[in-house]
Nanobody, 123 residues
Framework: QLQASGGGLVQAGKSLRLSCLAS????????MAWFRQAPGKERTFVAT???????YYGDAVKGRVTISRDGAKNTVYLQIGTLKPEDTAIYYC???????????????????WGQGTQVTVSS
């Protein structure tokens, strides 16, 4: 089970850190990702951290986000800097046991999903 948290209402320009806590599985055995879904839009890729801790980022957020993993806490984080109103979305964490790096941005490649946490950025 994956549980995302850390969302909320923040002002543009501020930073936010989201957390994804896993229970029942060791996150170090999975590629972990964050996706987001704005109202009326498709779920889009934000970032992935692979088993070897290589990191991949979506073009829309590259340079403003950092994904990281704490194995001891079985938690994956997403640090978002310089928030913009267009970052408003529900943010979901996901886990994939087997995934090729060319597929990390595809929602269909992830086996497990958290419930999402809402991020709202005011201008």
């Amino acid at each position: 089970q994956l549980q995302a948290s850390g969302g909320g209402l923040v002002q543009a320009g501020k930073s936010l850190r989201l957390s994804c806590l896993a229970s029942g599985r060791d996150l170090r055995n999975y590629a972990m990702a964050w996706f987001r879904q704005a109202p009326g839009k498709e779920r889009t890729f934000v970032a992935t951290i692979a088993w070897n801790n290589e990191k991949y980022y979506g073009d829309a957020v590259k340079g403003r986000v950092t994904i990281s993993r704490d194995g001891a806490k079985n938690t994956v984080y997403l640090q978002i800097g310089t928030l913009k109103p267009e970052d408003t979305a529900i943010y979901y964490c996901a886990a994939a046991e087997f995934i090729h790096i060319s597929q990390v941005s595809r929602t269909s490649e992830y086996d497990h999903w958290g419930q999402g946490t809402q991020v709202t950025v005011s201008s």
